[in-house]
Nanobody
Framework: QVQLVESGGGLVQAGGSLTLSCAASGRAKENNAMGWFRQAPGKERDFVATIAWNGIVYAESVKGRFTASRDNAKNTVYLQMNSLKPEDTAVYYC?????????????????WGQGTQVTVSS
């Protein structure tokens, strides 16, 4: 089993920045793919970014504004969010796969954190 704990969410004004963290424990392996997803009220869970052994992929809606990274020594992944917009408001989830390859679909991730709320005011 892999346990994931997100932190860093909060309330920020449009144009502001937040950094989310996701600490992995248990049977987490440093080269397995990790992902960030978000879910706004009444909407489906959407892909935000994925970090895999061969690179990082972003959703078009966040490209150029969000930066995903990982610190293998700390078993932690990060999501730096800049130039935030009200439409970025959602619960943000960290997810992990049991393989190295990236995935953009939530159903390909076996492990999930509890989520952290990000609210961007206009």
């Amino acid at each position: 089993q892999v346990q994931l704990v997100e932190s860093g969410g909060g309330l920020v004004q449009a144009g502001g920045s937040l950094t989310l963290s996701c600490a992995a424990s248990g049977r987490a392996k440093e080269n397995n793919a990790m992902g960030w997803f978000r879910q706004a009220p009444g909407k489906e869970r959407d892909f935000v970014a994925t970090i895999a052994w061969n690179g990082i992929v972003y959703a078009e809606s966040v490209k150029g504004r969000f930066t995903a990274s990982r610190d293998n020594a700390k078993n932690t992944v990060y999501l730096q969010m800049n130039s935030l917009k009200p439409e970025d408001t959602a619960v943000y989830y960290c997810a992990a796969r049991s393989v190295r390859t990236a995935a953009l679909r939530s159903e390909n991730y076996e492990y999930w954190g509890q989520g952290t709320q990000v609210t961007v005011s206009s």
